[in-house]
């Protein structure tokens, strides 16, 4: 069927802000609807709160609505675009859910608005647990047997028709806390007992066990004349019971026979027709691995993180065939765009590796809860291609970026045996590290298989690895081991810590015996058809597929995956250079390896290289590619961070140079250039020793702000108040040494502030200027951002822009870079410099109308700013308001302190931009989905040095109608003012009793609102941890910042003064 | 063991050889499935002919007692990016390297598969051999080679026998016929007798069965004459069923011709339609000859099936009589099972064909 011509215009929905679960694929999946409707000729509008994204660029739709996801702000929308339909499936579950809340609020049938791709009966039956269970026994397909009960006896009653094992599922707690595997009634009543305590609602979930089946995914498309196929089959290497997002994943599957993998294909094919779903579904599978039983374990009816894998692991656009299904067309009218040959009615056929493996935050989050399960942890993942599973799985591992680029921490050769088969049975983030550990100590693959039900295929994978190792440590020198070893993954690097030989001496012996990477296709189709697609892969073999260009070219370095600190604002900012690149009349390389992203969407650059992103993966591709030069300032730390490698194997870094990256991120020359150019700075020194450390917070007085040098997102950073409390932060925190000091500055309370200048070395601009709500000591990430300022003096303002202006003079930067200000009685402070893009480059670029990224690439390809239309100095701000507000995934995260602090926590961001600050922040605070009630309850436990702060705040809450709880001390600072509270007992005080204690109230929904500030003393059993979680839990909306407290009261003051007023 | 592969036209890979030690010689053809390796070699359509895996790793679960397309494969060898070296299944009962020595195939791996098939694929199929030295002798010798004529003859049963069950009589021709096609017409309950390629139309004729079926197999269809004075003898009297060479055989009986494809159909991805529903299926395939289209004399063919990326003709169905053929596997194995309905059609094609017969008696 052609495209439908009775629909002309089209909502697409996004998914906003990154959240655990649900991060950077929709921008992907969003993105390319967009493009696809528009190349169909339809208009589009475009709804996302999240400003991080390609797709809320207004080159992507027609009409871009950057405001809040929730049923006031769309209807809204709604009816003022009028469009004839919406498309929800490409928005993640967030898209999904709006629509079915819109549609049962009615406006869309009193808009005459269709939803297009799949109907709201078929999303119902694939997400409701009965109705889901109904069809599926109407398909004759197997699932799980489940019950939900409320009584530890319907449990064991219900296990004991079933048969143990079974999973014990609380309901409503945070990570799936409470719940677990019992063997038997003994242990089921045990488990059974605290899951039903825990649980809210006195609710658990009683499931039939498959632990330890094989998961399997299949990636099924649909259109509407029930045309359907497989993009991609995919096997989880960790078995069932680690969530999917979390476990390691191969494509094609590896270990299941033709018979398996046809068996699996039928069922997804049936439950896909069943549905009707017109577009992209996932549908995940249990398979017995000693039988041919099966089970459903889910269907997503919508386009997913699964698919966004599954389009860059097979080169098929899932998310643009599903738009043009979603408005009539059908499979075998759409032509495959990787070969230009075929249509889409096509079943890709890989002929390499695909391995993705998932990035976990537990760097940042060292107390959070490592154990993994059913419930999402992971922020980010890598992808990697190779010719053989050891390569993938190796280049995989080496693109997550977590201080190891080998299948080894060193560390875990510490570990006990006991420690060791522990991690192993109950599996952390880091099994594959303790597997490989298990196997340097000489463990069996079939031991492995017993405490893990990894299948023996990828044990005795990691096995080879192992033995390659020991191989290469035997013979020293020998060059076939050398091939052996580079063709199954091995970096230059490990081989050079086997043999004990530099690695660039291993390369030049490589470059002699011609043991050199050749780049492949990826292409759908195993090379059957001819391809033009421009997206390759590295691996050891005899043909080189990659023709390079006689156009000169620029390269790229991408961001690598998502983790908390380098979220998906990176991302944005390379497809910007990228554009500016091929602007410019240059041929735009990019290298990255996150499969989650716009930027790894083959058809974003000239030449896509999916790599790691190591020193030695840069140069092959330099090597190949010869480009003019390299762009390292829009991939975050991990880019800049190879600059100086790069620089020194005699690659030309475009734009700021090496010397002066360096010059910005070293302390001791950084302090140099700061008092040259006579701009304040907080007083601090840099310590290499404990004692150097002890000394010089003594000289600038407590409290000090300590951190270790070349940081990426505030890791580690802290307040210290004392000297015990500095030596347990260096004890516990960071290794103090020669090649890594840490940074000791005077904490100013004051404005925090930040720019993002383009500078092309003689001119300056600075776009904006965003002022934080939340004072210093909240990371910059984590603060609610105002642009333009609403509280600076012009004297603050000029002040700003001259340091600003100066200090990029004075760093040669050629490029963008950001700084951080603090101002302080009239004094602007300059707390850093980070010589690159930063995240607030997608939020400025949108509110001020410059493309900051592309600017800023083209001059550093050489363009003076005047002659691209723009003047030096601060760039005018418009009428509007706009906030960026950090959103958090604490929910996801057990054991994690959402306490605010110099460590970044938030995951992603939101954007609210009126003409009102308040109305901007209210825009804001919904879109993150801090919503306050205009009447209700407040809870407050507050430090004793915040307590005359807090009361100020608590006077307005009362004075616009809130009731004020708060506990012993707190009440009692506020009864003395004469302000009227009641009074909640904490946690201990109630140890035994059946008073009511202040998680009583949280659990019981009586509290709306929760503010708590604290002392330093985070240890993880206190009240306020405790109180933390607690409302996390319980959704209720916490604030841990007064300032960020102070500003949604701002909001309901406005909103309560216009209430009146009517 | 150090081995190379070497191509008529001069290409040369070096690998390692596993399987049978042996020297080999073939037309080397590349196969697209991402799984069914055992399936894929011992189909006896591939006989002759050296099979190239695009799929890097090969092996991984192994080799079972169901997964057999026939008992004594003959194709010539197996070439892999990666055989694989542990492998891991609950079926599994014998590595694919121990299995190929037991059948004398000999293997190659380490092989830059996908640059094979690269050559395979703007070349065409070629002559190939895998040896131990890749001399000028080894390419004389490769060079000298004439693919044999003969090959339907070479694995088609000699004698006919019976697979009884108490459903339709159908009489299953054995061009080379994989037993996938057996265990769907037994799952419908046939009572087959399996009969050689060369069987007569009298032959069967005597033996009044409900249906014939027309197998896959190895090879030029020209090279089976025989077949096609048998077809013309049975059609319109007994309902025919052809699937790949079976089909080839069916078009070329009813005067249509058949060429020699580049490279060929082989893999399980090729999507499929039929050309009077629409309907499309993903199916199996292994053929590198087809049904020329303009060859066929639309009186007495209907082109009932297309493929949709490269148009070739996928389908017949004869105008007068109660036949049918595809040039894909409806069997699959390996493969995707979305075209099996064909077997039911087979089988109402057979009871409308009785029932008529019935009332026309």
Redesign the interface.
Known sequence: MPRRTDIHKIMVIGSGPIIIGQAAEFDYSGTQACLALREEGYETVLVNSNPATIMTDKEIADHVYIEPITLEFVSRILRKELPDAILPTLGGQQGLNMAMELSSAGILDELHIELLGTKLSAIDQAEDRELFKNLMQKLNEPIPSSQSVTTVEAAVKFAGKIGYPVIVRPAFTMGGTGGGICNNAAELTEIATNALKLSPITQALIEQSIAGFKEIEYEVMRDA?D?A?VVCNMENIDPVGIHTGDSIVTA????????E??ML??ASLKIIRALKIEGGCNVQLALD???FKYYIIEVNPRVSRSSALASKATGYPIAKIASKIAVGLT??EIKNPITG???A?????????VTKIPRFPFDKFTKGERRLGTQMKATGEAMAIG???EESILKAVRSLEIGTIHIEIPELAKVSDDDLTEKLIHPQDDRLFYLTEALRRGYKIDELAELTKI???FL?KLS?IVELEIALKDHKGDLDILKTAKKNGFTDYEVSQLWHIPADQIREMRREAKIWPVY?MVDT??????SQTPYYYSTF???N?SIVSPRPSVLVLGAGPIRIGQGVEFDYATVHSVKAIQKAGYEAIIMNNNPETVSTDFSVSDKLYFEPLTIEDVMNVIDLEKPVGVIVQFGGQTAINLAESLAKAGVKILGTTVTDLNRAEDREAFDQIIQQLKIPQPTGATATTKEEAVTIAKRIGYPVLIRPSYVLGGRAMEIVENQTELETYIRDAVKVSHEHPVLIDRYLVGKECEVDVISDGEHVLLPGIMEHIERAGVHSGDSIAVYPPQTFSENVIQQIVHHAEQLAVALNCIGIMNIQFIVQDEIVYVLEVNPRASRTVPFLSKVTGISMAQVATQVILGAKLPELGYQAGLHKAGKMVHVKAPVFSFSKLNNVDSLLGPEMKSTGEVMGSDVTVEKALYKAFEASKLHLPDFGTVLFTIADHDKKEALALAKRFREIGYRVMATKGTAEFFKSAKLRVNEVTKIKETAGSKQQNILDIIAAGQVQVVINTMDQDRDVASDGFQIRQDAIEHGIPLFTSLDTAGAILRVLESRSFTTKAL | MKRYLILADGSI?EGEGFGAPTTTTGEIV?N?????Y??TITDQSYNGEIIAF????IG??GI?R??YESIAPTCKGVVV??A????????NQLSLDEFLKQKKIPGITGI????L??RL?TEGTMKASIVDTADEHAFDQLNALVLPKNQVQQVSTTKPFPSPATGKNVVVIDFGLKHSVLRELSKRQCNLTVMPYNTTAEEIIQLAPDGVLLSNGPGDPKDVPEALEMIRGIQGKIPLFGICLGHQLFALANGADTYKMKFGHR?F?H?V?EIAT?R?D?TSQNHGYAVDVHSINKDNLLVTHIE??DGTVEGLRHRQYPAFSVQFHPD??????DADHLFDEFMEMMDAFAKRSRENA
């Open positions: 004349a045309n196929l094609p599957v590896q270990t299941l026979s033709d018979k993998v046809q294909r039928d691995p000693d039988s499979l075998d040959t075929t249509y009615e096509f079943e890709p056929t890989l002929d390499y590796v010719r053989n599973f299948d023996l295929f005795d080879h492949k189709c195993a090379a059957e058809f001819e073999e005899d043909e597929e | 890979f590349f697209t499935g991402m799984s069914g055992q399936e695009t799929y890097p790793l991984n679960y079972n169901d997964d990016h990666e694989a070296r542990l492998a891991s299944n609950w079926r830059d598969t996908r640059r098939t690269k694929r893999g991805n999507p339609r629409g499309i993903f949709i990326n699959a194995t390996p493969g995707p099972h």
